[in-house]
């Protein structure tokens, strides 16, 4: 990937409310994010609000429903997609269905996802409740490209968030996802950049 002129397009992948989605959007709307673009907006559940919310904002929106189809003939409509749209860089973006490997394969470290803990600690499903009842002290967010494992790529960005004795997981949830909209921004700031690239698990700027 080249920081060249043309952006890079975004296909944004999601489940639910969308405020990821949402909110790469408006820093691209706000000129904040440059160098690329949402080029499509797709969902794999029937009515989910960030989708809506990608109509009202007037981007291409699909809807692939998973529910109750084979993973790898789900995949392959998303895969289908993505291609129609030219979509060079995949976000998912609270998209709560495990990918294919054909998936993986078709967009190799062409994948990134954003996580609400500091992997490696807390993989999974409700991750900050795990790590509230863990009992941590310092929580956060985690940008990642995504590979065959869960939540498991090379770590683009972290962003942390303090644990206050007052604290409870919904709390504590709030406050990582204001961590969590500026994350991802950031993220693909760097990805666009094309200055970076990948030694073994590391991420690193290129040098000059
Ligand atoms: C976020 O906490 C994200 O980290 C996780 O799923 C949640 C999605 O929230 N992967 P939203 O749909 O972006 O509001």
Sequence with gaps: MSGAAKPLRLGVLLSGRGSNFQ?????????????????????????????????????????????????????????????????????????MRLLSPGFIAAFRNRIVNIHPSLLPAFPGLDAQTQAFEYGVKVAGCTVHFVDEHLDHGAIILQRTVPVLDTDDAHALAERILVEEHKAYSEALARVASGEYEIRGRRYVKRAQ
């Design 23 to 95: 909110a790469i959007a408006r820093s691209i709307g706000e000129g904040r994010l440059t160098g690329v673009e949402i080029a499509v907006a797709v969902s794999n559940v029937e009515g989910a609000a960030g989708l809506a919310a990608a109509q009202e904002m007037g981007l291409p929106t699909v809807l692939h429903v998973s529910k109750g189809r084979p993973r790898a003939e789900h995949d392959e409509a998303m895969i289908a997609t993505l291609r129609a749209h030219a979509v060079d860089l995949v976000c998912l973006a609270g998209y």
